[in-house]
């Protein structure tokens, strides 16, 4: 059974025709949406959904999302003789079998699945001020550059070296940014501001990066000898990785133009601990894989099929359509988003969006991990849903990495 929406119309909204519909794929969908500009005169659109509504949406939707074609459904039910409201719906489902059967193989074999094209053909320079401060502000101001630089190269752009000037006949196809903690508005480039970054410990201020480092570290260190985190164990391999993570955590957790205040005696806990658990659910997902490669290989399982080959009806568990619907599907729409609010002139860099994704991808994996057991007995009647179960955990990592990479986290290696 689909995936219902149901989205009752306001009186500001035209009677269940296209900008309801395009409403309800935007903000209850997330899935992308028809483009509006292909229908800037709404008579005539209305003219065409008078006639054959239904088959004008589906049509509308699968041609500006061509790779959900055939998996849609939806039904438009209207109330005409309610005069003091609008009543119409919009039901909209999703047919998961025909979804997780023609997105998977797409994902699994497209090695740009997850990039958009937001900066393709772009040329992106970006400007760092007061580069040679070392004080947790800049510190936070130099990881919102090195992210803005992966977004742009995962969206298709290229990157100028800072010390090349730009040609004003190339205007058209280069964007200067400045990643700043100051707010000067009357610069040239395109100015992205950074809070001020406030550190203290046990009362006094914490005025170097490295000293933050070190508190952070300390605090895994920590939380793996007295086993806080009840799930995972932090090693010496990797807390390089986790300390990046733990400060990221902490620094971009939120809006970016916004200053925090960090007692470091006190509240960075939670951030360790939501670093940590973003990073091993990762480390699941890959020793998982990496369990079925080696059994494979002794002849305990046979050798994974084809992915056009599987039968992903099979995935019936809500998680799995989850982890399907609200990361794999989205991811895309994520990166492009993030991309795109960086276009106005002072428009904001909202990479916490990004962190959000992970946190709750991660959480969605670690119910599914402990709920369900995905390396079964090889027996006939198991074997189909666990190779099915293993092709959506290689998607799942796919877009894991994905997000990783953008935010510049280096995954950890075991657990």
């Not at 080696?294 to 039968?311: A, K, M, W």
Request: hydrophobic share 40%; charged share 25%.
């Amino acid at each position: 059974m689909g995936h219902s929406v149901i989205h009752k119309c306001r009186k500001s909204e035209t009677r269940g025709e296209f900008w309801c519909f395009l409403y309800a794929l935007k903000y209850r969908l997330r899935l992308g949406f028809p483009n509006p500009k292909r229908y800037k005169d709404k008579e005539e659109f209305n003219k065409v959904l008078q006639e054959s509504p239904v088959e004008a949406f589906l049509r509308v939707l699968e041609e500006d999302c061509p790779s959900l074609k055939g998996t849609l459904h939806l039904q438009l039910v209207r109330y005409p003789d309610k005069e003091d409201e609008l009543e119409d719906r919009v039901f909209f489902s999703m047919k998961r079998a025909i979804l997780f059967t023609q997105l998977l193989p797409l994902v699994i074999t497209d090695d740009d699945y997850g990039s958009c094209d937001v900066f393709k053909g772009k040329v992106v320079k970006i400007d760092v001020v007061d580069s040679n401060n070392f004080s947790p502000t800049q510190s936070r101001v130099l990881m919102v550059c090195e992210i803005l630089e992966n977004v742009v190269r995962a969206s298709g752009g290229s990157l100028m070296p800072s010390m090349e000037q730009i040609d004003a006949s190339d205007a058209e196809t280069t964007f200067h940014f400045c990643v700043s903690h100051k707010p000067d508005r009357d610069i040239e480039s395109r100015h992205i501001f950074v809070g001020h970054v406030s550190c203290t410990s046990a009362g006094e201020a914490v005025v170097s990066t490295e000293d933050c480092k070190r508190i952070f570290s300390e605090e895994l260190a920590l939380m793996s000898e007295h086993r806080l985190d009840e799930e995972t164990d932090v090693s010496t391999n990797n807390q390089e990785s986790l300390t990046r993570a733990s400060l990221m955590f902490a620094f971009i957790n939120g809006n970016i133009s916004k200053s925090i205040s960090l007692k470091l005696d006190e509240n960075i806990t939670p951030f360790c601990k939501g670093a940590v658990f973003v990073l091993y659910n990762y480390c699941r997902m890959a020793h998982i894989i990496h369990k079925y490669k080696t059994l494979e290989q002794d002849g305990s399982y046979p050798p994974l099929p084809d992915v056009n080959s599987v039968d992903f009806s099979l995935l019936t568990k809500p998680e799995e359509w989850s982890m399907m619907y609200e990361f794999v599907i989205c991811w895309p729409d994520v990166l492009k988003s993030t991309a795109s609010d960086i276009f106005p002139r002072y428009g904001d860099f909202k990479i916490h969006k990004i962190l959000e994704f992970l946190k709750s991808l991660a959480s969605t994996f670690s119910a599914y991990y402990r709920r369900t057991r995905v390396l079964t007995e090889a027996r006939p009647n198991l074997l189909p849903v666990l190779q099915a179960r293993i092709y959506l955990i290689l998607a799942l990592m796919k877009v894991y990495k994905s997000a990783l990479d953008v935010l510049g986290l280096r995954p950890v290696q075991n657990m």
